[in-house]
């Protein structure tokens, strides 16, 4: 199983990025799937997540600015962040527990796309 991130960048404060990440492999189920951040010299911390249901979870550092959403036929999770703060610079990692094809549930964590927010 492999999850892969795409879209951070440089953007200036007020912009805009969405991120994607897609789940590949041999997947049976995923439950939730979602984000972490981590700021230089900080730890890690939750940003978002989404639950099968389609329930969400945001910190309260990005809540009405964040939004996550998801297609299941595709295994994918986006992040849609806008009025983008210098404080929301960081590597953003995606996370999943998953279940593969005559397994248990796992975590998977992607590789990380950075994220700088920067005039």
């Known amino acids: 199983v492999r999850l892969v991130e795409s879209g951070g960048g440089l953007v200036q404060p007020g912009g805009s990025l969405r991120l994607s990440c897609g789940a590949s492999?041999?997947?049976?189920?995923?439950?939730?799937m979602g984000w972490y951040r981590q700021a230089p010299g900080k730890q890690r911390e939750f940003v978002a997540t989404l639950f099968s249901g389609g329930s969400t979870k945001y910190a309260d550092s990005v809540k009405g600015r964040f939004t996550i959403s998801g297609d299941n036929a595709k295994n994918t999770v986006y992040l849609q962040m806008n009025s983008l703060k210098p404080e929301d610079t960081g590597v953003y990692y995606c996370?999943?527990?998953?279940?593969?094809?005559?397994?248990?549930?796992?975590?998977?964590w992607g590789q990380g796309t950075q994220v700088t927010v920067s005039s």
């Open positions: 492999g041999s997947i049976f189920s995923i439950n939730p």
């Open positions: 996370n999943a527990y998953l279940r593969e094809v005559g397994s248990t549930w796992h975590e998977y």
